[in-house]
């Protein structure tokens, strides 16, 4: 004659139910590890690769231009980057005199995105007193494009007057990380540019 089978003790249940607890602990912990490693969020890196004026011209003191700026934006994330509300401002003497939005876009895991961004500027008032032509010797050499160099100094020589301007670039966006967990990002530049008021010129840029 068989012997009935005994009902599971309260000691079983609690064992396989703190196994079970242990084991979840363990799996949370190793995603979080692999998302705070491989899958954490990092803000895109924007590099400025070029600042030109295809129009420049200087009535009764005041300026007008076109600005152009070519950057490069780098999304660092294993996942794609949608930017939107994204800038591009233009400031002299602290005042604002250039503004633009970038247009929404999407850059892939890993990928580098290139962007020109080209508007013309409403004429504004130069300062009352642009920086002077200063003759201070060969030790420097000239900025141009690339931004190397002292700001302002083409062979050596300060090519003057000057006028200074700053862009400001803010992009805006998020990524979406195992297509669940959505986070926002934003990161910012700043690059002052000296312009010769006598052609125009790009003398140097530094961001």
Known sequence: ????????????????????????????????????TVFKPRDPKISVNAVQLPSFAVSNNTVNFTFSQYVSVKNPNRAVFSHYDSTLQLLYSSSQVGFMFIPAGKIDAGRTQYMAATYSVESFPLSASPDAAVNVGPAFNGGGFGGGGQPGFNNGFRVGPTMEIESRIQIVGRVR?????????????????????TDGSVLGFHC
């Open 1 to 36: 004659m068989s012997k009935p089978h005994r009902p599971p003790s309260g000691r079983t249940n609690i064992a396989s139910c703190i196994v079970a607890t242990i084991f979840l602990i363990f799996v949370v912990i190793i995603i979080l590890i692999v998302f705070f």
């Open 177 to 197: 990380v195992l297509h669940f967990f959505t986070h926002h990002l934003e990161t910012k530049v700043r690059c002052r540019v000296t312009i010769s008021v």
